[in-house]
C-alpha cells in the first residue's frame, strides 16, 4: 500500500480488513433495504471472485466515506500507465457528486481490493463504467446517501441535491447534511443494486472532461514508486540464472565457483530453477553471472528461415470455427475472379522499458509480496503453489512496474522473488536482466494468415475465407497454472496442455474477440447476423498447433494479426475491382459507428479518393496513403517510401476512435497516439529471432524498437464521444489497424505488397524488385 | 567514497566497480534513476556528470567520485517542479513513466548547452532513449515547449 493510499485509509478512520467483516464494524441503518439480490452480477464470472476477496455485489467493498467526508474507491483494476486510475477516479467522484480530488482509489491489493481477474484485454473501462462492479456501487451509494438525507432533512429524495459532498434541499439550501455526518466512517452493509441509476451523461461534470494524472508530477520529478523502487528493511537482492537454451535441463551446480564473490548469502537450486542471493545487487549480480551450472543441451529449434511453413503444417491442431455460411466454395467456384494472399506475422515481444522486477517477503507459511502482475488474485494462488503454502497466507500487492503491454516478465519474476526469499528467509528485491527478460517472455503471438475472395464482375465481393495458423505454449498463470510462465516450469509446473481438436466444433454464439472474423462479414450464427459487414458467403477458421516458445496476450493479441491480413487483403480488393479503398471497404460494411469512424478519419485526413496505386515512378522517394478500420476505429496514414533504400517513413497519422463515452478525452487520446506509435515500431521494425537453440533477440540492439530520436509523424485523433452506448476498450484500438494501414500506404506508393511483417527495409526492398 | 549527488555529499562503502546505478538506486535509495538495460542502450538510467548526460548503468561509481551528480530528484520536487519537468506535466508526456528519466535528464542536459537548437538536432540529442509505451508525441511537445522558454 503506497503512503498515500495508506493516509486515505486512516482518514477514513477504520481498518479496512476489520471493516470488510461484517462483525464489530458500524453499520449505517436503512429503513428499506435496498432492493438486493445476492447474487447480484458483477461481471459475470467475477461475481463470486476468489475465497476471501471482498464481494463484489457488496457496496462497501467498491467505496468508502471517512467521517471527514473523504471518499475512498477500491477497484480490481489497476493502474499500469494507461490511466485507467485516473477516469476510475473521475467515475467515483461523478456518481458520488464530489471534486476529483476529494477522492483517493485503493487498487488491486488482495488484502483489500476486489477480484476483478486480471487487467488486459482493453477490459478496465467496460468493466467498471457500465452497469456493474465500481459504476454501480458508487450509483447505489449515492441513492442511499439520498434516502437517509431525505430521513435527516424531512424531505422527499427528489426535492433533494448533492454537490460537494454535501446533500441539501433543493428549495432551501440552509438545510442540508454532509456525507460525513450520514455514513462517515460507517458500513453502507447494502448490496450492489442493479437498478440503481447512473447519472446521466448530460449531467456530467468530472467524468466527460480532460483530467491530469494525479501520479504524473511524482513520476516527473523520480518520487514515484515503482516496484523496482520497492525497499523493505533488511532486504536481499536475488539474480536468476536461466538455461543458455530453450528445454536445457539442470545437471550439477557448482557451488564452489563463487565462493569469494563477497555478499553471497545463497544459492538456490529447484528443478531446473537456479538462483542467487546477495547483499547487494551488484554482487547477486557477479555471482549469477559466475556460477557454474552444468546443463543439458535444449531440444532444439525449428529453424526461423522455414517458421511459417512449419507452423502451418504442423499437427495437431486445435482448430476454432467462428462462422461458416457452408457455400464458400460454391460461391468462389461461380465468382469472376478468385483472389487469394498469405500474410506472416512474426513472434514480437513486450519489451518492456524496465526489465520486470518483484520483491517478496516470505516468512515461514506468509508470504507477502510485491508485484506488477496484472491479476493479483491470480498471483496469490499460483505463488501459494510455487510456494507451497495456502493462498490465504499470501498478500500480493499491486505495484506498478513499466509498462508490459500485456504479459511481460511480471508474474515470473515474482514467482523468482519469492523462490529465492522463501530460500534466504528475508525480502528479497529480483529485477531480470534485459537478456533473461527477452529471452524468457511469453512473445505475442506469431501467425500465418490465408484470406481467399470471390469478385463478382462488378467487383463486389461475393465470397470470403480468413484461416489462420498460430503456434501457443503457455500463457497467464490464471488460477491454478504457474507453469504457464517460465520460473514456474522450471520448478516443476506444466503450462496448461495443448488439448487437440479437429474438425472444429460448429459456433453456436458469435465470438469475434479474435478479430478471425473480418469487418465485412455479416458475421451470421444462431440464424442473426452479428458482424459489422454485408457478405453472406464467409468462413473463418483459425488453428492453434504448439508453439516451441512461451507465448501469451501482448496488446490487441490476435486481433492485430487477424486485422493486419484482412484490412491488407480488403485493399488488395478494393485495387483488384480498380475501386477507391475507402470507397470499396463502405460498399461492404453495414455498421453504422464503423462507417463513421471510417468517414470521419478520411475527412479529417482529406483523403484523396482514387483506386491504388498511385501513378509513380519506379525510383527515388514516392509518397502513398494507406487506410485501415476495425470495429470502432479507422486510421489513416500517409507514407514516404524511399525506393533505393527500402525504408518507410510514416508522415502523418489520422485515428478516429469510438470507445464509447469518453471518461477522460486526453487519457483517450494519450492512448490511441501512443498505440498508433507502437503499433508502427511494431509494424516496421519488431520480431523475435532465434538460432537452432536459443532466442538471440535478446536486448535493443538485437530487437528493434523505434526510439525517440525518429522523425515522429504528425498524429492527429478525432473522438468519436457516444454518451449513450456501452463504455468499450480504448488500448487496443489504433495499435490494431496501423500495420495494415502502412502496408496499403506502401502498396499506394510503390505499387509493391508486403505481407509479412516487419516491413523491414530488405523486405520492401525485395518486394519493390518483385514489381512486374 | 564520497559522491555528491544533487548538492549533498554521502559517504558510502561500495565496491568500486559497482555501476554507479546501483548505488544510487540502493544505497541512497533514489528513484529517478531506473534500470532498463544494464547495457547503455535505453536511457533509463541517466543522471547529469559535470553537464553531460551519462548513462550509470555502465558507470562504474570510482570514476565519478567527488563530481556533482544530477538525478531526477535533483531538478525539482512535485510542489516545485523544474520548468522542464512542469512542461512535462502539463504535456501529460507520460504513460507507465518509467523512461522518462532518461527523457528529461537528457533533453536537461543538451537543451543546457544549446538552448537554440532546433527540433531536429533536439531529435537527434534523444536518438538513444526509449520510451516503450510510445508517449513520443507529448514527450516532443514538452520539450520543444521547454526548448521555446529557455530561447526567449
Known amino acids: 500500500m503506497t503512503s498515500d493510499a495508506r493516509a486515505a485509509l486512516d482518514r477514513a478512520g477504520f481498518s479496512r480488513r476489520d471493516f470488510l467483516k461484517t462483525s464489530g464494524a458500524l453499520i449505517v441503518g436503512f429503513s428499506m433495504a435496498g432492493a438486493i439480490s445476492e447474487n447480484a452480477d458483477a461481471q459475470g464470472n467475477f461475481a463470486g471472485g476468489a475465497p476471501g476477496s471482498p464481494p463484489a455485489n457488496q457496496v462497501d467493498s467498491w467505496v468508502a466515506i471517512g467521517s471527514d467526508g473523504a471518499i475512498t474507491g477500491y477497484s480490481g483494476k489497476e493502474e499500469l500507465g494507461q490511466g485507467i486510475s485516473t477516469a476510475q477516479t473521475q467515475l467515483v467522484a461523478e456518481e458520488l457528486s464530489v471534486p476529483f480530488d476529494r477522492v483517493k482509489l485503493i487498487y488491486c491489493d488482495t488484502a483489500y481490493t476486489p477480484d476483478q481477474g486480471v487487467t488486459s484485454g482493453s477490459q478496465s473501462h467496460p468493466a467498471n463504467f457500465n452497469h456493474n462492479n465500481l459504476a454501480q456501487a458508487c450509483a447505489t451509494a449515492r441513492e442511499a446517501l439520498f434516502r437517509l438525507a431525505a430521513e435527516r432533512l424531512g424531505a422527499p429524495v427528489s426535492d433533494l441535491s448533492a454537490s460537494n459532498g454535501v446533500i441539501s434541499v433543493k428549495a432551501r439550501p440552509s438545510s442540508s447534511i454532509t456525507y460525513g455526518e450520514l455514513v462517515g466512517g460507517r ?113 532444439g529449434l525449428p529453424k526461423q528461415s522455414e517458421f511459417h511453413d512449419h507452423v502451418r503444417n504442423q499437427k495437431p491442431t486445435r482448430d476454432v470455427l467462428l462462422v461458416d455460411s457452408k457455400d464458400v466454395e460454391q460461391k468462389l467456384g461461380d465468382a469472376a475472379t478468385v483472389v487469394k494472399a498469405t500474410y506472416l506475422h512474426p513472434y514480437q515481444m513486450h519489451g518492456s522499458m524496465g526489465t520486470s522486477c518483484a520483491v517478496a517477503d516470505v516468512q515461514g507459511d506468509k508470504a507477502t509480496i510485491y508485484s506488477p502482475t496484472q491479476g493479483v488474485w491470480h498471483q496469490r494462488s499460483t505463488a501459494a503453489m510455487v510456494l507451497g503454502l495456502k493462498p490465504e497466507n499470501v498478500h500480493v500487492i499491486f505495484r506498478r512496474g513499466s509498462g508490459c503491454y500485456g504479459l511481460n516478465g511480471a508474474d515470473t519474476v515474482t514467482y523468482d522473488a519469492a523462490l529465492l526469499s522463501q530460500a534466504a528467509g528475508k525480502p528479497v528485491r529480483v529485477q531480470l536482466t534485459r537478456k533473461d527478460e527477452m529471452a524468457w517472455e511469453n512473445y505475442g503471438n506469431a501467425y500465418v494468415i490465408d484470406e481467399r475472395a470471390g469478385l463478382d464482375a462488378q467487383g463486389n465481393i461475393v465470397a470470403w475465407e480468413h484461416e489462420s495458423w498460430s503456434p501457443t505454449l503457455g500463457n497467464r498463470p490464471g488460477m491454478t497454472t504457474p507453469g504457464n510462465v517460465v520460473t514456474g516450469m522450471l520448478v516443476g509446473f506444466q503450462p496448461e496442455p495443448f488439448t487437440p481438436r479437429t474438425p472444429a466444433p460448429e459456433p453456436r454464439a458469435y465470438n469475434n474477440n479474435s478479430n478471425g472474423v473480418p469487418s465485412y462479414f455479416a458475421g451470421r450464427v444462431g440464424g442473426e447476423n452479428k458482424g459489422t459487414g454485408t457478405i453472406q458467403s464467409e468462413r473463418s477458421l483459425l488453428h492453434n498447433v504448439v508453439s516451441p516458445f512461451w507465448t501469451g496476450p501482448l496488446r490487441s493479441p490476435a486481433r492485430l494479426q487477424n486485422t493486419f491480413a484482412q484490412e491488407c487483403f480488403m485493399d488488395e480488393l478494393a485495387a483488384r475491382a480498380k475501386a477507391d479503398p475507402v470507397a470499396y471497404r463502405l460498399r461492404h460494411l453495414s455498421d453504422s459507428r464503423l462507417r463513421e469512424a471510417l468517414e470521419s478519419a478520411t475527412k479529417t485526413a482529406k483523403w484523396d479518393a482514387r483506386p491504388s496505386p498511385k501513378p509513380n515512378s519506379k525510383t527515388g522517394v514516392a509518397t502513398g496513403r494507406g487506410v485501415a478500420c476495425v470495429a470502432y476505429t479507422a486510421i489513416v496514414i500517409e507514407a514516404d517510401v524511399n525506393q533505393d533504400t527500402g525504408k518507410v517513413h510514416v508522415k502523418r497519422i489520422v485515428c478516429s476512435i469510438d470507445a464509447g463515452p469518453i471518461s477522460n478525452p486526453d487519457g483517450l487520446k494519450n492512448q490511441a497516439e501512443g498505440g498508433a506509435l507502437q503499433g508502427m515500431s511494431r509494424a516496421l521494425g519488431e520480431e523475435v529471432t532465434w538460432d537452432d537453440q536459443k532466442v538471440t533477440s535478446v536486448d535493443w540492439a538485437t530487437f528493434h524498437s523505434l526510439p525517440l530520436g525518429f522523425e515522429i509523424p504528425k498524429v492527429e485523433c478525432v473522438l468519436l464521444n457516444r454518451p449513450d452506448e456501452e463504455a468499450t476498450g480504448a488500448g487496443e484500438t489504433a495499435i490494431t489497424v496501423i500495420a495494415a494501414a502502412i502496408g496499403n500506404a506502401i502498396f499506394d506508393a510503390t505499387g509493391a505488397r508486403i505481407r509479412q511483417i516487419p516491413f523491414t527495409p530488405e523486405r520492401v526492398k525485395a518486394a519493390l524488385s518483385a514489381r512486374t | 567514497m564520497t559522491l555528491k549527488v544533487n548538492g549533498r555529499t554521502h559517504n558510502v562503502d561500495v565496491d568500486p566497480a559497482t555501476p554507479l546505478l546501483y548505488v544510487l538506486s540502493d544505497d541512497l535509495e533514489l528513484r529517478g534513476p531506473k534500470f532498463g538495460c544494464g547495457l547503455g542502450q535505453c536511457g533509463a538510467c541517466t543522471v547529469i556528470v559535470k553537464g553531460q548526460a551519462i548513462r550509470s548503468c555502465v558507470t562504474p561509481v570510482k570514476s565519478v567520485e567527488g563530481a556533482e551528480i544530477t538525478t531526477l530528484e535533483g531538478l525539482g520536487t512535485p510542489e516545485k517542479p523544474h520548468p522542464l519537468q512542469q512542461a512535462f506535466i502539463d504535456e501529460q508526456a507520460a504513460q507507465c513513466g518509467f523512461c522518462v528519466n532518461g527523457v528529461i535528464l537528457t533533453a536537461k542536459a543538451f537543451l543546457d548547452k544549446n538552448p537554440k537548437a532546433s527540433e531536429q538536432q533536439i531529435q537527434q540529442a534523444l536518438s538513444g532513449v526509449m520510451c516503450r509505451c510510445f508517449t513520443h508525441v507529448r514527450m516532443f511537445r514538452a520539450i520543444e515547449r521547454y526548448a521555446k522558454a529557455v530561447a526567449r
Open chain 1, 187 to 299: 458500513k453502507f452493509n447494502l448490496a450492489v443494486d442493479p437498478k440503481a441509476k447512473r447519472k446521466p451523461a448530460s449531467e456530467w461534470t468530472v467524468l466527460g472532461k480532460p483530467a491530469k494524472r494525479p501520479d504524473i508530477p511524482a513520476v516527473m520529478t523520480g518520487q514515484f514508486e515503482f516496484v523496482h523502487n520497492v525497499r523493505l528493511p533488511g532486504m536481499l537482492h536475488g539474480r536468476v540464472v536461466r538455461p543458455p537454451a530453450v528445454g536445457a535441463t539442470v545437471m550439477s551446480v557448482d557451488e564452489s565457483s563463487v565462493k569469494d564473490v563477497p555478499g553471497l548469502v545463497k544459492v538456490v537450486v529447484k528443478k531446473n530453477f537456479v538462483g542467487v542471493v546477495a547483499q547487494k545487487q551488484w554482487q547477486a549480480a557477479q555471482a549469477a553471472e559466475k556460477l557454474k551450472v552444468n546443463w543439458a543441451p535444449g531440444t
